[in-house]
């Protein structure tokens, strides 16, 4: 038997390529894709004699899928914790977190994550008092389901060190929360399970067919990351999953965007530029319809952020920038703009904008003109239909979440979860973008179905678009000769179900760099 390749045939491969976007069989060598055809050509290769056969029944063969921003760090930290998304009110949630409480340790801390009060019946942010009043004596934390709000008991207030005079309701926006977050960061440390908790978060990327993900260290909101935990992971065999690495501080050392290798790289600079839609602190160029009082908080005053911005630039760093309102948006379109008025970035990687979520005609235009990576979420979508239309009344909401209209205008779209704000699963952002509905399939036809993409758009967002997002669109996002062997072997035929079951995909098997990351197939390497 040939021990180095692999014949893949009985499915459909989707290659990624538009060139030739089906195949019956794709043949492995290695690390690299060696051939992908008919069934009939491939077995008639050379390289084919005495390869090993997987034999499919049917499912979708697809290139392996990218996470194009996340915060793994995080979301394994919140894995670890205590969920309440499920949750529908606030008694409700303190249930739950007295539930947990019953199988800690005196001493521990409860972090209760993923909490939205805009599904809770009092439809109101929970506060310190309601969190003293549960009579749980231990120090408490709730991140709200977009990681920009944020609420501590007086337990966990004290054990920060803030001063009880600032501690108010003990809702604390952007920022506020580092202190706190230092503290129980603190306690977790002491527990020694960092590791591990890294390595099954990204085995859950992996159970969906994800073979690189892109993290995002923000250290200022308490996401910090790093990637000395992943290269531990890979000398010791077992990181399944490439790895991109953004941070929010400029690095200390003069290197560029793309320092590091096949399997974990420095990716550049990330920029927060306003908050959340959630928590009203997206910049809007025009006060919140259901609270006239604001219009958000922008992060920077302008001459300083176009100062950093040309820094950064000037150093070869690709800059993934945050914006979700359209005057964040405006802010980020002015800075690329005086970046790229010094010249291309020497990195040779165009800047990225994040989240992108409102985006008025003109601002369109003019992301055009610049050639920004747009990178979107479009598992938003089912979560905050509700919510963006009291924030933002009829007018705005014909600019926002406009997935399709990114993708006609030719700019590159990458797909992402922004996990753990939403689950880690490529397929929920999938589904979304799809169907564009609630998860109950409302409203019937879809939430401004003409922003509705088709089945293979939206795979190029979590696919071929992720690569180039960061320079390896000529090694990763397609199953095509050369390219390295990183692919899913899905659990069914994804274009013959209905379309509301794409939430619901997962992998049959994940192979990244030809190596077994997610499944069975016994005798074949494996990390």
Known sequence: MNETCLLIRGGTVWTGDRRNPRAEAVLLEGERVLAVGSAAELENLEGARGARILELGGETVIPGMTDAHLHLLYYSKQRAGVSLFETRSLEEAIG???????????????????YNDAYWIENRAPTRHDLDA????????????????????????AASGIPEERWGDGILLETEVAPV???????????????????????????????????????????????APFQRLRLEGRLPVRVVLYEDRLPQWNFMSGLGDDWIRYGGFKLFLDGSLGGRTAAVTSPYTDDPSTCGLLNHEEEALLATVREAHKRGLQMLIHAIGDRALDQAIRAVRAAYAEGPCPCGLPHRINHVMICRPDQLEALKTLGAVLDVQPAFVPSEIAMATARLGEERIRWSYPWKSFVDSGLVVTGSSDCPVEPPSPWRGIWAAVCRVGDDGHPEGGW??????????????????????????????????????????????????????????????????GRVTHGDLPGWPAC
């Open 96 to 114: 739950v977190l007295r539930e947990a409480t019953a199988k800690t340790q005196p001493g521990d801390w409860i972090h209760g994550v993923r």
């Open 134 to 157: 549960a009579g749980i004596d231990r120090p408490i934390l709730l991140t709200r389901v977009c990681t920009h709000v944020q609420v501590a008991n007086s337990a966990a207030l």
């Open 181 to 227: 977050l230092k503290a129980m960061e603190t306690w977790r440390a002491e527990t020694g399970k960092t590791l591990g908790m890294i390595e099954k978060a990204c085995r859950d990327f992996a159970s969906y067919g994800v073979t690189e993900i892109q993290t995002c260290s923000a250290s200022g909101y308490g996401l910090a990351d790093d990637l």
């Open 448 to 513: 401004q179905p003409h922003q509705k993409l088709n089945l293979e758009e939206a795979l190029e967002l979590w696919t071929v678009n992720g690569a180039i997002a960061v320079g390896e669109g000529g090694q990763r996002g397609r199953i095509s000769p050369g390219y390295l062997a990183d692919l899913a072997v899905l659990d069914r035929d994804i274009f013959r179900i209905h379309p509301m079951e794409l939430k619901d995909v997962k992998a049959r098997l994940t192979l990244a760099g």
